[in-house]
């Protein structure tokens, strides 16, 4: 499985836009690109996933590099609500139904 | 609609004995997960049932297992608890098909706390 890296840590002031970047070099052409998030005390919610057109919904936009590299999560307007984990994930779809989930970036949004 | 339910919420048990844990998934949802939550190790896959049948399983040892049922509902069990079995288990359901190449996105549970004594 293609690994990802993100930041550990980022900070945001609230109702100021939010990029959280991801890499993953070693992406293939099957690999949808899924991003996560954890509240504290809270399962994982499902943010937004996309495999090569930038994604836009209700929550968030994906935006994925052209060579597929690399992708940025966008929050258009952060809340406070938006403090949390936030994990990006590649997964072959036809392969299993497995998450590989790394450490994730801690965003902590100020107000 | 409904999300997915995952029960109890709460649990506590003594080293040795065996727990059971329910998930219910989205209507309409066949494909059902597990993972593993601890500080330690983060979030870890556990396996994935659809149609009734284990797809793939993570790197955890015959003491878990899980099955599901023709209605979806999907159940795990760890047997012979150990202090380290403490953890927050989750189960995420999906639209997502085997070997179909559209991918779809997991709905988490809000996870079955346990906690072994």
């Known amino acids: 499985d293609a690994k990802t890296t993100q930041p550990n840590s980022m900070e945001s002031n609230e109702e100021e836009p939010v990029h959280l970047p991801c890499n993953h070099s070693t992406i293939s052409g099957t690999d949808y690109i899924h991003w996560y998030r954890q509240l504290p005390s809270q399962g994982p919610e499902y943010v937004i996933h996309?495999?090569?057109s930038n994604v836009n919904n209700r929550m968030a936009s994906l935006a994925i590099a052209e060579d597929r590299k690399s992708s940025t999560l966008i929050l258009h307007r952060a809340t406070l609500r938006d403090a949390a984990v936030y994990y990006c994930?590649?997964?072959?779809?036809?392969?299993?139904?497995?998450?590989?989930f790394g450490q994730g970036t801690t965003l902590q949004v100020k107000p | 609609k409904a999300g997915v339910t995952q029960t109890p919420r709460y649990l506590i048990k003594t080293r040795g004995q065996q727990v059971t844990l329910s998930c219910s998934p989205i209507?309409?949802?066949?494909?059902v997960s597990w993972y593993q939550q601890t500080p330690g190790q983060g979030l870890q896959f556990l396996f994935e049932?659809?149609?009734?049948?284990?797809?793939n399983k993570g790197n955890f040892p015959g003491r878990f297992s899980g099955r599901q049922f023709s209605n979806s509902r999907s159940e795990m069990n760890v047997s012979t608890l150990e202090l380290g079995d403490s953890a927050l288990y989750l189960c995420?359901?999906?639209?997502?098909?085997?070997?179909?190449?559209?991918?779809?996105?997991?709905?988490f549970g809000s996870g079955t706390r346990l906690t072994v004594v």
């Open positions: 996309g495999l090569t």
């Open positions: 049932y659809f149609s009734e049948t284990q797809r």
């Open positions: 209507s309409g949802h066949r494909s």
């Open positions: 995420a359901s999906s639209l997502r098909s085997p070997g179909r190449q559209l991918d779809y996105g997991y709905t």
């Open positions: 994930i590649l997964r072959r779809s036809s392969n299993t139904g497995k998450l590989i």
